[in-house]
Every structure is written in structure tokens, then in C-alpha cells.
């Protein structure tokens, strides 16, 4: 799992673990949840189900008002990498504001992952625990759920690699991430991984164990030969990589990328300490991989041109005249919306076409959905969402290669106009994957990735699904990201400069390294130590761990409104930079649409938003001409244009200028959904003597809700500027406003 992948599954896991409450007698209470004909079944291969809910209250203790919600039973094969079957189980809070989460390893009996979650402890007026009072916490719970044998075997906390790499919220959770050694030799990936949330409660637990045997640990290959094959031959690849996993600010770099220099699995990086050869991640002998493009066209049409149903329609049309055969169109068959990384929503519409060429009644439809940035986001046969697998033993699969063939001219057909911008992902399918492609009639499915100036983009790809039986590519998704943002697009450095770079970082060392979970363990060499990139412009080595800690602010401890920055900061409303947060200084015209833009995700205020923006020419960008698309801010203020949080009027938006009390109060009414009444004055009594016209009704609304507090009874002071604390605390009050009493 990806560093990104693991740090959005720690959001959803924000409050405390193991609380010490009176346990829920669990024995028997998912009574007759499974078919009879299951539950022997799985008897015969471990734990039943009330073994492992026995279990699990010898390792835990569950709260008494959490009651079990469900339980699942993984068998081996079903998508499981672990090496047994698993039992999954879950209690939820009467209330529904707390969650437990429990896998258990259904044949030893083993914790192999906790998880809870509880909205009360994510209070922000509780103080937080020291580095040491966490660490004491996570050995307590390993002592308790781990075995001794495997406990000795551990390595300090956070001395090698994260297993995963994964950091977390580093104001919010500590992680101790301990690496299995076996005699004094690490084996990367595999140990145990403690997450403390900053009350002192474990919030997370992760097991991996490799429970094969492992290769003799004597190496034939000296370190000094090692050393000089990384030297000649191992090397990182240029990607543009998003600048939210290097800063830490998810929301403000949402579509920001910055040119590294990153080991990805297919790079050269290990030496097989038995047989001297250059490894890749995957295990395999490294080869220089060249990736390019499936072609030269790129896409010129600009980003922000907004189009209408008429005009996509026209394109779908366009498009499926590209296909073998004839079809008649049937018309728009509905559409939706979908929110990009920077929030802003695009509209899509599917169109419907009927082929003639084929003959008889079971002829399957095509459906094409255009957005309304007249691009291809779906291409499907029939009905879509097809099974990954069809439950039945195909007697002939067409070949991956073949698929893969099918895969890339269905691309080609149909996005030729970006082949420059597009390349393959070519990954060998596993045994697992093949033995399920003619066992169960599992679909093929192809990745391809986007390029910019003819360099990967990191995690931007689509899919396309192929049909085993037929050999037919019989879908293509097509995810709209945005726009790339990068202030630098050539690499100033080579490959051979930024490895050398990570060497200084790290130490040469033998380790076992697991390539997957269907591979046997290897003994190699790699160099192991602090993790990061590079960047390719400077030459500078970014730490993942140093920028984590900048994260960490410092400048809000005692602070009269620490509880709404606390709020502000967890919400990702205000960002950490280099350890501040500056509470005491203004509150810019961008700070504050920033925020408000992203009250708007939430569930609070996000369905009262929802169908706004019908007609097509309303959704035409509106320009101011200090926000052109290279601004940061350009997304967030197209999107709140869009959701009516700013009007459409003026020709500059003023970003960096302070905002005034009055300007705070309208956009606070408009995100309330008074947006429409702010243009009757007439029907509102300004509570203030000093509120002109035009500001009564934002200013009377703000009073009535018990917002923005002036320190005096007849003046609102509408032109005083507001400090990033008082646009925090402003924030915080407008969710209370909307929350259910």
C-alpha cells in the first residue's frame, strides 16, 4: 500500500483505542449470522466464529455500549494477502459516534489488525500526551496482543522503515512502526505498526509477519561489491510528484506537483546477496525500463472552457464513428457530477448508442459519458460494472498479451488526440491473477498512467477492462484530475546525481526483503535509512520525516482560541508552514474563501449546495484577472464561484488583501445558504449603528447566529481586518450552527 493510500485510511481513524470499560460478553451474540453450511466450513479450517470472538476478548476490551455490527470470514483467496484465512468483526457504538474494527487471523488465533474510532476523543480542548508517554502506551498493548516470541524479535521503534511507510497526522498520532529482526538482520516490511492518537490511546494496529521459512542469512556477496553494482547501476526515476505529500498541506497543493527523483518498483535497487544479481522491488533482474508514450498528440483544447449537453453530445457522436461497425444513437441517458482533487465539480453526460451491425435481440448498448470539459471519462458495453469475476471456469482465455493488445487500441481509438500525454503500465499478471482468470472468469484489467512533457505523473492513471473470454475491451474509465500545476518542468540534475544524493542518506545493509505476498523471501542489499526523494531541481533531499515534523504546530499552545486553531488545523482549514501557524496575523481575502471553500465538503453544509449551477451558461468560468490558472487559489475560488460563496462581480479578487469583518459575515450567509437574501436589505434591522446598506443583511444574519462578537453594542466595526485565530473560531461556530441539537 502506498505512503498516500495509508495516510487517507489514518483519517478515517482519528480518536482513541482500547479503552479499559466493562467488556461486552461476546460469545454467542452473531448467533446464526452465517449459513450453517459456512460456519462448517470454516470449523474445519480454523477458528469458528465464536472462537474468534472468544479470542478477541482475551486481547481486548471492547466497550459495553458497542455493539457487534457484523463479521465476515475471508477466505485465503479472496483478495486476502495475508497467508491464512481471516476473520474481520466490528462493534459499533450505540450512538454511532465509535467503531472497532478487528481482523483475526482465523487458524493461529492472532491479532493481525485494530482499529477504533471514537468522535468524543476528538476534542480539542484535550491536552496531548508526550513522545514517551505514547511509546509506553503502544508496548503496553503489544505486550498484551503480541507473543513474546515475536515481541523479542522486535527492533526499536521507528528504526528502520515504516511498515507500511506510513506517518500519519504528526500532530494528532504518534506511530512506532518496529521492524522484525531476525539474529541481526532486519526484514524490511514485515513486524508490527502502533499508532497512539495524542490523548495516549492506541488508535491503530497493523500486523505483518511472513510465517515461511526465511533463506540462510550468510551472504556470499561482499558489502564492497554490493556497494559498487548499486553505484553503477541502481538509479531513482523522474516523476512529477504531488506536492501535498511533500508538504503535508492535502488541501492547498491538491493539484501542485514538483519534479523528484523516486525509486518506483521497477527501478534497480537491491543485489541478491547469494547470486550477486541486480534486483528490482519486484525481485526480478533489474532491466532499464523506458517508459513512453503511446503516441505525440497532446490535448490542446484549454482547461477551463466549459461545454453543454448539446456540445457533448456531439462528441460522443464523434467518437463512436471511431469504432468498427454502425450504431444508432438513443440519446442522453442522464449524468452526474464528480469533485476533482481541488473540490471544483465537473459535470458529466452519458449518451446511449444501439449497434446495427450486430445481429440478434441480445446486442448490448455503448454508452459514452463526455464531460463538461468535452473529455472522455467513460466508455463501457451493456450495462458496465462488471464482476471482477463471472463465478465459472472459462475452457479458453484469450492471453494477457492479447488483452493487453485489446487494452491499448481501444486507447488509441478513442483518445488519440492525448496519446503523447498517456503510457502503459505494463505489470506481468501474478499466478493468483491467472489461475483466477480461468478458474472464475476473472476480468483482465490494463493501467495506463499520464505524462506531462513526456515524464510520469505520480498516481494519475486510468483503466481499462477486457473481457477474457472475447478478447473485447469492454470498458474505459477515465478520471478527470485537473490541471497540472508544477512551477518547474525540466530536471536540473540526472538520475546518477539524485542516487548518489539518497546514498548520503542512508546506510548500505543487508536485509530480507518480501516482493509479494506469492514470493519467497530474499536476502539482499539496499541501502536503508531515512525516507524521501529528491528533488530533481535543486538536488535537495526532501526527508519525509523532517517535513512531517514542520506539520507540528508551535506557535498555538496557550493561545486564547487553541481550540478553534486546533479545530482549524484538524480540518484542514489552515496550514501548517514550517512549524507555524501564525495565528495573530491577518486573515487574507484567499484564506478565508480557502476555508470556507472547504466547509463546503462537509456533509453539514455540502447537500444544501447540491444541484446549484443548472444551466450550462451559468457555469461558465467567471475571471478575475489577478486568479489566472497558474495562481494556487485558482481552484478554490473557481469552486466557491461555483457554490455562490463569493459573488460574480468585480475584475479582481484581491487575494492577498486582509478581509474585513463585513466580508467575513457575507461569505459566512452565503455558506449558511442566505445567499439569495443578501440582496434585499430591506428586509433586515441592522442590530449595529456603523453597518452601512449593503452589509445589513450579512451583519444581522452573523448577529442572529451568534458569529463574528463585537466588543462593542452598537458598532460592528465592519472594516476591521480578522486574525487567522478569529477566521478559525469563525469557522468552528459556523459548524455548530449547522450541527443537530
Same mark, same amino acid.
Given at each position: 500500500?502506498?505512503?498516500?493510500?495509508?495516510?487517507?485510511?489514518?483519517?478515517?481513524?482519528?480518536?482513541?483505542?482500547?479503552?479499559?470499560?466493562?467488556?461486552?460478553?461476546?460469545?454467542?451474540?452473531?448467533?446464526?449470522?452465517?449459513?450453517?453450511?459456512?460456519?462448517?466450513?470454516?470449523?474445519?479450517?480454523?477458528?469458528?466464529?465464536? %472462537?474468534?470472538?472468544?479470542?478477541?476478548?482475551?486481547?481486548?476490551?471492547?466497550?459495553?455500549?458497542?455493539?457487534?455490527?457484523?463479521?465476515?470470514?475471508?477466505?485465503?483467496?479472496?483478495? /486476502?494477502?495475508?497467508?491464512?484465512?481471516?476473520?474481520? *468483526?466490528?462493534?459499533?457504538?450505540?450512538?454511532?459516534?465509535? @467503531?472497532?474494527?478487528?481482523?483475526?487471523?482465523?487458524?493461529?488465533?492472532?491479532?493481525?489488525?485494530?482499529?477504533?474510532?471514537?468522535?468524543?476523543?476528538?476534542?480539542?480542548?484535550?491536552?496531548?500526551?508526550?513522545?514517551?508517554?505514547?511509546?509506553?502506551?503502544?508496548?503496553?498493548?503489544?505486550?498484551?496482543?503480541?507473543?513474546?516470541?515475536?515481541?523479542?524479535?522486535?527492533?526499536?521503534?521507528?528504526?528502520?522503515?515504516?511498515?507500511? /511507510?506510513?506517518?500519519?497526522?504528526?500532530?494528532?498520532?504518534?506511530?512506532?512502526?518496529?521492524?522484525?529482526?531476525?539474529?541481526?538482520?532486519?526484514?524490511?516490511? /514485515?513486524?508490527?505498526?502502533?499508532?497512539?492518537?495524542?490523548?495516549?490511546?492506541?488508535?491503530?494496529?497493523?500486523?505483518?509477519?511472513?510465517?515461511?521459512?526465511?533463506?540462510?542469512?550468510?551472504?556470499?556477496?561482499?558489502?564492497?561489491?554490493?556497494?559498487?553494482?548499486?553505484?553503477?547501476?541502481?538509479?531513482?526515476?523522474?516523476? $512529477?510528484?504531488?506536492?501535498?505529500?511533500?508538504?503535508?498541506?492535502?488541501?492547498?497543493?491538491?493539484?501542485?506537483?514538483?519534479?523528484? $527523483?523516486?525509486?518506483?518498483?521497477?527501478?534497480?535497487?537491491?543485489?541478491?546477496?547469494?547470486?550477486?544479481?541486480?534486483?528490482?522491488? *519486484?525481485?526480478?533482474?533489474?532491466?532499464?525500463?523506458?517508459?513512453?508514450?503511446?503516441?505525440?498528440?497532446?490535448?490542446?483544447? =484549454?482547461?477551463?472552457?466549459?461545454?453543454?449537453?448539446?456540445?457533448?453530445?456531439?462528441?460522443?457522436?464523434?467518437?463512436?464513428?471511431?469504432?468498427?461497425?454502425?450504431?444508432?444513437?438513443?440519446?442522453?441517458?442522464?449524468?452526474?457530477? #464528480?469533485?476533482?482533487?481541488?473540490?471544483?465539480?465537473?459535470?458529466?453526460?452519458?449518451?446511449?448508442?444501439?449497434?446495427?451491425?450486430? %445481429?440478434?435481440?441480445?446486442?448490448?448498448?455503448?454508452?459514452?459519458?463526455?464531460?463538461?470539459?468535452?473529455?472522455?471519462?467513460?466508455?463501457?458495453?451493456?450495462?458496465?460494472?462488471?464482476?471482477?469475476?463471472?463465478?465459472?471456469?472459462?475452457?479458453?482465455?484469450?492471453?494477457?498479451?492479447?488483452?493487453?493488445?485489446?487494452?491499448?487500441?481501444?486507447?488509441?481509438?478513442?483518445?488519440?488526440?492525448?496519446?503523447?500525454?498517456?503510457?502503459?503500465?505494463? #505489470?506481468?499478471?501474478?499466478?493468483?491473477?491467472?489461475?483466477?482468470?480461468?478458474?472464475?472468469? @476473472?476480468?483482465?484489467?490494463?493501467?495506463?498512467?499520464?505524462?506531462?512533457?513526456?515524464?510520469?505523473?505520480?498516481?494519475?492513471?486510468?483503466?481499462?477492462?477486457?473481457?477474457?473470454?472475447?478478447?473485447?475491451?469492454?470498458?474505459?474509465?477515465?478520471?478527470?484530475?485537473?490541471?497540472?500545476?508544477?512551477?518547474?518542468?525540466?530536471?536540473?540534475?540526472?538520475?546518477? =546525481?539524485?542516487?548518489?544524493?539518497?546514498?548520503?542518506?542512508?546506510?548500505?545493509?543487508?536485509?530480507?526483503?518480501?516482493?509479494?505476498?506469492?514470493?519467497?523471501?530474499?536476502?539482499?542489499?539496499?541501502?536503508?535509512?531515512?525516507?524521501?526523494?529528491?528533488?530533481?531541481?535543486?538536488?535537495?533531499?526532501?526527508?519525509?520525516?523532517?517535513?512531517?515534523?514542520?506539520?507540528?504546530? %508551535?506557535?498555538?499552545?496557550?493561545?486564547?482560541?487553541?481550540?478553534?486553531?486546533?479545530? =482549524?488545523?484538524?480540518?484542514?482549514?489552515?496550514?501548517?508552514?514550517?512549524?507555524?501557524?501564525?495565528?495573530?496575523?491577518?486573515?487574507?481575502?484567499?484564506?478565508?474563501?480557502?476555508?470556507?471553500?472547504?466547509?463546503?465538503?462537509?456533509?453539514?453544509?455540502?447537500?444544501?449546495?447540491?444541484?446549484?449551477?443548472?444551466?450550462?451558461?451559468?457555469?461558465?468560468?467567471?475571471?478575475?484577472?489577478?486568479?489566472?490558472?497558474?495562481?494556487?487559489?485558482?481552484?478554490?475560488?473557481?469552486?466557491?464561484?461555483?457554490?455562490?460563496?463569493?459573488?460574480?462581480?468585480?475584475?479582481?479578487?484581491?487575494?492577498?488583501?486582509?478581509?474585513?469583518?463585513?466580508?467575513?459575515?457575507?461569505? =459566512?450567509?452565503?455558506?449558511?445558504?442566505?445567499?439569495?437574501?443578501?440582496?434585499?436589505?430591506?428586509?433586515?434591522?441592522?442590530?449595529?449603528?456603523?453597518?452601512?446598506?449593503?452589509?445589513?443583511?450579512?451583519?444581522?444574519?452573523?448577529?442572529?447566529?451568534?458569529?463574528?462578537?463585537?466588543?462593542?453594542?452598537?458598532?460592528?466595526?465592519?472594516?476591521?481586518?480578522?486574525?487567522?485565530?478569529?477566521?478559525?473560531?469563525?469557522?468552528?461556530?459556523?459548524?455548530?450552527?449547522?450541527?443537530?441539537?
Amino acid at each position: 500500500m502506498t505512503r498516500k493510500k495509508m495516510l487517507r485510511v489514518a483519517a478515517g481513524f482519528s480518536a482513541a483505542v482500547l479503552l479499559t470499560g466493562v467488556p461486552v460478553p461476546l460469545a454467542g451474540v452473531w448467533e446464526n449470522s452465517l449459513p450453517s453450511a459456512l460456519a462448517a466450513e470454516q470449523r474445519a479450517d480454523g477458528l469458528t466464529q465464536e %472462537q474468534a470472538i472468544q479470542q478477541v476478548s482475551k486481547l481486548l476490551n471492547i466497550p459495553a455500549d458497542y455493539k457487534p455490527e457484523r463479521s465476515y470470514y475471508k477466505k485465503k483467496d479472496q483478495k /486476502n494477502s495475508f497467508d491464512h484465512p481471516l476473520w474481520s *468483526l466490528t462493534w459499533v457504538k450505540d450512538s454511532g459516534e465509535g @467503531r472497532v474494527s478487528v481482523n483475526v487471523d482465523a487458524v493461529t488465533g492472532q491479532l493481525v489488525y485494530y482499529s477504533h474510532h471514537n468522535e468524543k476523543w476528538e476534542s480539542d480542548s484535550l491536552s496531548a500526551v508526550s513522545e514517551e508517554q505514547a511509546l509506553r502506551a503502544a508496548e503496553q498493548f503489544l505486550e498484551r496482543v503480541l507473543p513474546k516470541v515475536e515481541r523479542e524479535k522486535l527492533s526499536k521503534p521507528n528504526e528502520y522503515p515504516g511498515l507500511p /511507510n506510513f506517518t500519519g497526522d504528526p500532530w494528532r498520532t504518534r506511530v512506532f512502526s518496529y521492524t522484525r529482526m531476525e539474529d541481526d538482520t532486519p526484514f524490511l516490511g /514485515n513486524g508490527v505498526l502502533v499508532i497512539v492518537e495524542r490523548t495516549g490511546e492506541v488508535i491503530m494496529f497493523i500486523r505483518n509477519w511472513y510465517q515461511g521459512e526465511l533463506p540462510d542469512a550468510k551472504a556470499v556477496i561482499q558489502p564492497d561489491e554490493a556497494e559498487r553494482l548499486l553505484a553503477e547501476k541502481a538509479a531513482p526515476s523522474l516523476f $512529477y510528484s504531488l506536492e501535498s505529500e511533500l508538504t503535508g498541506r492535502y488541501q492547498e497543493d491538491s493539484n501542485r506537483y514538483r519534479l523528484v $527523483y523516486r525509486y518506483v518498483q521497477t527501478d534497480p535497487q537491491f543485489v541478491d546477496a547469494t547470486t550477486g544479481k541486480l534486483l528490482n522491488a *519486484l525481485g526480478e533482474p533489474a532491466e532499464e525500463v523506458d517508459i513512453k508514450p503511446l503516441g505525440t498528440t497532446v490535448n490542446s483544447r =484549454a482547461a477551463d472552457k466549459l461545454i453543454g449537453k448539446e456540445e457533448a453530445q456531439k462528441i460522443a457522436e464523434e467518437l463512436v464513428k471511431r469504432l468498427p461497425g454502425s450504431y444508432r444513437s438513443d440519446g442522453s441517458r442522464g449524468g452526474g457530477a #464528480r469533485s476533482g482533487a481541488d473540490g471544483v465539480e465537473s459535470r458529466y453526460w452519458r449518451f446511449e448508442f444501439t449497434p446495427l451491425h450486430v %445481429q440478434g435481440k441480445n446486442a448490448e448498448p455503448i454508452v459514452i459519458s463526455i464531460s463538461d470539459r468535452g473529455e472522455l471519462v467513460e466508455y463501457r458495453i451493456g450495462e458496465g460494472l462488471f464482476p471482477a469475476e463471472r463465478g465459472r471456469k472459462i475452457e479458453k482465455a484469450v492471453s494477457w498479451t492479447a488483452a493487453q493488445e485489446s487494452a491499448v487500441k481501444l486507447v488509441k481509438t478513442l483518445l488519440s488526440e492525448r496519446l503523447g500525454d498517456i503510457y502503459l503500465i505494463d #505489470r506481468k499478471p501474478s499466478r493468483t491473477i491467472e489461475e483466477e482468470v480461468r478458474e472464475q472468469g @476473472r476480468n483482465y484489467v490494463f493501467t495506463f498512467g499520464w505524462m506531462k512533457n513526456g515524464i510520469p505523473i505520480e498516481d494519475r492513471n486510468f483503466r481499462v477492462i477486457v473481457n477474457p473470454e472475447t478478447g473485447e475491451a469492454e470498458e474505459l474509465n477515465v478520471y478527470e484530475y485537473g490541471p497540472v500545476s508544477a512551477e518547474e518542468t525540466a530536471a536540473k540534475i540526472d538520475r546518477k =546525481a539524485a542516487a548518489k544524493t539518497e546514498r548520503e542518506q542512508k546506510k548500505l545493509m543487508l536485509a530480507y526483503h518480501l516482493p509479494d505476498s506469492e514470493s519467497k523471501p530474499l536476502l539482499v542489499y539496499g541501502y536503508v535509512g531515512d525516507e524521501g526523494v529528491v528533488d530533481a531541481v535543486t538536488g535537495e533531499w526532501l526527508s519525509f520525516a523532517d517535513l512531517r515534523k514542520k506539520e507540528i504546530p %508551535q506557535d498555538i499552545d496557550n493561545h486564547p482560541e487553541q481550540a478553534a486553531l486546533q479545530f =482549524a488545523i484538524r480540518e484542514g482549514l489552515l496550514t501548517v508552514t514550517d512549524g507555524k501557524v501564525e495565528p495573530d496575523k491577518a486573515a487574507t481575502r484567499g484564506d478565508m474563501v480557502q476555508m470556507m471553500a472547504r466547509m463546503v465538503n462537509r456533509i453539514e453544509f455540502h447537500r444544501q449546495f447540491s444541484g446549484l449551477d443548472d444551466d450550462d451558461e451559468d457555469r461558465q468560468p467567471y475571471r478575475f484577472a489577478d486568479v489566472d490558472e497558474n495562481h494556487p487559489l485558482y481552484g478554490v475560488i473557481k469552486k466557491a464561484i461555483q457554490y455562490g460563496l463569493i459573488p460574480k462581480e468585480g475584475t479582481r479578487f484581491e487575494p492577498d488583501r486582509p478581509v474585513t469583518r463585513g466580508e467575513a459575515a457575507e461569505m =459566512a450567509a452565503r455558506l449558511l445558504g442566505y445567499g439569495e437574501l443578501l440582496e434585499k436589505p430591506g428586509l433586515f434591522a441592522s442590530p449595529y449603528r456603523d453597518v452601512e446598506k449593503r452589509l445589513v443583511p450579512a451583519v444581522a444574519l452573523a448577529h442572529a447566529y451568534g458569529l463574528l462578537p463585537s466588543g462593542s453594542p452598537d458598532a460592528f466595526q465592519p472594516d476591521k481586518t480578522l486574525t487567522r485565530a478569529e477566521a478559525a473560531k469563525l469557522m468552528k461556530a459556523l459548524l455548530e450552527v449547522r450541527k443537530p441539537k
